[in-house]
């Protein structure tokens, strides 16, 4: 009898065990904020530092970068936002900040600190043609182009996207 | 002067030509004779800061500057990414880095036509007003808004002379390009697209549309540079400082004003 009981008790512990297991998997518990989805980056094999101090320290690193950027108009690849943009914009957003799961959204999220960059900054990397140095001499006439035979083109047109 | 005539006078010596040989190799980093593995001017090494051996400037020839054309304009936005004026929907507050005016004597009649952009002044209004240093001065003379620091007072567009700067009024849903960064509630005018020129293409947007529309009205170049196309143009015509009584130093002179 008493063995019957330990046996009871074994297999209702291992239902609820997995029970809760299932129900962890499927729901978050209340109060538990879902971890962040970190996508590893499309190019590249190793960001230019360590993970463990870029998720720590990139704030200051993207910060130093911008005024040696903006001031001294030091454009060097490394810990310029824009590489950083050009390795991590998610695949299928195409982005690093649009989707909630994309790369930079995604940590801050959930860490609940707001990004300022992507008021200003391109989310994406570029892709235009215009922007190239091999058509900059004719990058206006794609648009001067699209003045002529589109009579109204809105932002969000010119931005393919309406959020 | 004269000393330079005096030796440009007396017949060179040998030594002489290898004195001039030895400082034209050491102005350039020739590779060999005829190829040079940088330019002097414009081709500053990437991780190398902007410096004040260079200041930027533009010419303008009013006088060859094409009536009801807007290629400049077009091409400007083109490039820096902001809606031209005619499609967006709030025409009086839309940002415009760079604008066509087109004046009128009213005695002769006579029409002028020019672009009107940021002056790039060396002693600039906007600099001197900027609550937060946000409006500077880089060290190649190109005047910028620091939109990390900018908060959008608008100061700096009331200090301005030419009505060259603007603020972003309304949110622009990530159409910024890549290389150039705008936002709102931060002023912005032109930069003499600065991504450009770090870059190393010595030319802006405007210039290369005003080039490729086959009016040569614009002319970018080193106003430091004595060889430089600008500074040879700038000694041969008769040129003006939009409102010179400011005494501003301007980087952009007009010709046919």
Known sequence: ?????????????????????????????????????????????????DTEYMRRNHMDVLDHHRDKTVIEGVRTKKHSLKECINCHASETTGSVAKGKDDFCVSCHSYAAVKIDCFECHSTKPQASMAMHPMNAESAHYAHKMATQTNDKVSAEDMAGIAQ | MSEDKSIENTPSSPERRRFVGLAASAAGLSLAPGIMLMEVAHGRPEEQAASSAVRWGMLVDATKCGTGCNDCVSACSTENGWT??????????????????????????????????????????????????????????????????????????????????????????????????????????????????????????????????????????????????????LRELPTKQVRADLNLNLGVRYHGI
């Not at chain 2, 709030?90 to 009649?109: F, G």
């Not at chain 2, 906007?126 to 060290?139: E, H, I, L, W, Y």
């Not at chain 2, 405007?206 to 540079?225: I, K, P, Q, R, Y």
Request: net charge neutral; hydrophobic share 35%.
């Open chain 2, 84 to 233: 031209p004026v005619a499609e967006s929907q709030h025409k009086n507050q839309a940002p415009q880095w760079i604008r066509k005016l087109e004046l009128q004597d009213p005695l002769t009649q006579f029409e002028t036509n020019l672009p009107m952009m940021c002056q790039h002044c060396a002693d600039a209004p906007c600099v001197d007003v900027c609550p937060t240093g946000a409006s500077f001065k880089r060290a190649d003379g190109i005047v910028l808004v620091n939109r990390h620091t900018c908060i959008g007072c608008r100061y700096c567009m009331m200090a301005c002379p030419y009505k060259a700067r603007s603020l972003v009024h309304e949110p622009l849903n990530d159409t910024q390009k890549a290389d150039v960064p705008r936002g709102m509630g931060c002023v912005e005018s032109c930069t003499l697209c600065v991504q450009k020129i770090d870059r190393g293409d010595g030319t802006t947007a405007c210039v290369e549309a005003c080039t490729a529309s086959g009016h040569n009205a614009l002319l970018f170049g080193d106003m430091n540079d004595p060889e430089s196309e600008i500074s040879k143009r």
């Open chain 1, 1 to 49: 009898m008493k063995r019957l009981l330990a046996l009871g008790a074994v297999v209702l512990t291992t239902a609820a065990l997995a029970w809760a297991g299932a129900e962890s998997t499927s729901a978050p518990k209340t109060g538990v904020a879902a971890k962040p989805v970190i996508t590893k980056a499309v190019k590249g094999e190793q960001c230019v530092e």
